[in-house]
């Protein structure tokens, strides 16, 4: 475990058990795996990430994206849809461990909503175990080894920042890392941190310079709402090599490298990209209600003249 918080949990109170920390702070717990094909395997290694984290004093907890199983969308297979769960399905599992370990934890589902009609959704349980909200991944993507088109449906619920007992949480979903119009409504609507469950990664074909300038590009977009909002990122993503069913592709090497970065986009902890790491950061809130003053950037917006951010193209 990376060491990046001070560990004062006391020898005397039991794990699990609530802890007050300084009120202007905040203690996130991140978890980085690889998986596999057992899903009943994949959620007791979630689970003990937890457990393991919130004794350690973490609050929030953020596990990756579709962290229950391998990722399906290498290829377009009906036979996937088996991986897909009504919300209830899970809320027993998640919702007691936040319940037990009394944190707020960030999960991501792949969403039966009915039949056909299908998505990629984060929910957030809060300390009581009890539902906070969810968000449903706004933008899908549709490329070589990535075909999410064909499992989900476009979320329809907003960009609306979740209500927990520790903030509002700006909560995203993996390609939806890519927009800033996306993080900019979250911050807008009060988001007081982004929050990016994530599944991205390499084609091992291609040359080691190209894999760089892809990580760091994913890297420096984020790292990029957290400068032009002034918030904390949260980004979150799975890591170890996954072959292609299909046998159509070379499979996709998932680049972990799981971070948090503060509000001036400076990076406070990164994982490895090649190996299973969690970790704590504590994120100081007083200093990002400071750089919000140092940097006024929602003052000074020209709404009056945005409105071609509406259009598709502009001629």
Same mark, same amino acid.
């Given at each position: 475990?990376?060491?990046?918080?001070?560990?004062?949990?006391?020898?005397?109170?039991?794990?699990?058990?609530?802890?007050?920390?300084?009120?202007?702070?905040?203690?996130?717990?991140?978890?980085?795996?690889?998986?596999?094909?057992?899903?009943?395997?994949?959620?007791?290694?979630?689970?003990?990430?937890?457990?393991?984290?919130?004794?350690?004093?973490?609050?929030?907890?953020?596990?990756?994206?579709?962290?229950?199983?391998?990722?399906?969308?290498?290829?377009?297979?009906?036979?996937?849809?088996?991986?897909?769960?009504?919300?209830?399905?899970?809320?027993?599992?998640?919702?007691?461990?936040?319940?037990?370990?009394?944190?707020?934890?960030?999960?991501?589902?792949?969403?039966?909503? +009915?039949?056909? $009609?299908?998505?990629? &959704? @984060?929910?957030?349980?809060?300390? %009581?175990?009890?539902?906070?909200? =969810?968000? !449903?991944?706004?933008?899908?993507?549709?490329?070589?080894?990535?075909?999410?088109?064909?499992?989900?449906?476009?979320?329809?619920?907003?960009?609306?920042?979740?209500?927990?007992?520790?903030?509002?949480?700006?909560?995203?979903?993996?390609?939806?890392?890519?927009?800033?119009?996306?993080?900019?409504?979250?911050?807008?609507?009060? +988001?007081?941190? $982004?929050?990016?469950? &994530? @599944?991205?990664?390499?084609?091992? %074909?291609?040359?080691?310079?190209? =894999?760089? !300038?892809?990580?760091?590009?994913?890297?420096?977009?984020?790292?990029?709402?957290?400068?032009?909002?002034?918030?904390?990122?949260?980004?979150?993503?799975?890591?170890?090599?996954?072959?292609?069913?299909?046998?159509?592709?070379?499979?996709?090497?998932?680049?972990?490298?799981?971070?948090?970065?503060?509000?001036?986009?400076?990076?406070?902890?990164?994982?490895?990209?090649?190996?299973?790491?969690?970790?704590?950061?504590?994120?100081?809130?007083?200093?990002?209600?400071?750089?919000?003053?140092?940097?006024?950037?929602?003052?000074?917006?020209?709404?009056?003249?945005?409105?071609?951010?509406?259009?598709?193209?502009?001629?």
């Amino acid at each position: 475990m990376i060491d990046n918080y001070n560990n004062d949990r006391a020898d005397n109170v039991a794990p699990g058990l609530y802890r007050p920390l300084k009120a202007d702070s905040i203690k996130v717990g991140v978890v980085q795996h690889s998986f596999s094909p057992d899903v009943a395997y994949n959620r007791q290694r979630n689970l003990s990430a937890i457990e393991n984290l919130a004794e350690d004093g973490a609050q929030l907890i953020v596990l990756s994206e579709l962290h229950d199983s391998l990722y399906f969308c290498q290829c377009e297979d009906v036979d996937n849809f088996r991986y897909a769960v009504k919300i209830e399905d899970v809320e027993s599992v998640y919702a007691e461990a936040a319940r037990e370990n009394n944190i707020v934890l960030v999960t991501s589902v792949f969403e039966r909503r +009915a039949p056909g $009609l299908y998505h990629n &959704t @984060a929910v957030v349980f809060d300390v %009581d175990g009890s539902i906070a909200g =969810k968000y !449903r991944k706004m933008h899908i993507p549709d490329d070589p080894g990535f075909y999410e088109k064909f499992y989900f449906t476009p979320g329809d619920l907003g960009f609306n920042p979740i209500k927990t007992s520790l903030g509002n949480l700006g909560v995203l979903v993996c390609w939806d890392q890519w927009y800033p119009e996306a993080a900019r409504i979250m911050a807008m609507k009060g +988001a007081e941190m $982004l929050i990016y469950p &994530t @599944a991205i990664g390499w084609n091992p %074909d291609d040359t080691q310079d190209e =894999k760089d !300038r892809q990580r760091e590009a994913w890297i420096t977009i984020q790292r990029s709402h957290a400068v032009a909002n002034g918030i904390p990122v949260v980004s979150v993503n799975r890591c170890g090599f996954e072959e292609d069913p299909s046998g159509q592709t070379s499979g996709i090497d998932f680049w972990g490298s799981s971070f948090v970065a503060g509000p001036q986009g400076e990076i406070l902890a990164m994982a490895p990209d090649n190996s299973p790491e969690e970790f704590i950061v504590e994120l100081d809130k007083k200093r990002t209600e400071d750089v919000r003053h140092w940097w006024p950037f929602l003052r000074d917006r020209r709404i009056d003249f945005y409105n071609g951010l509406t259009s598709r193209f502009l001629d």
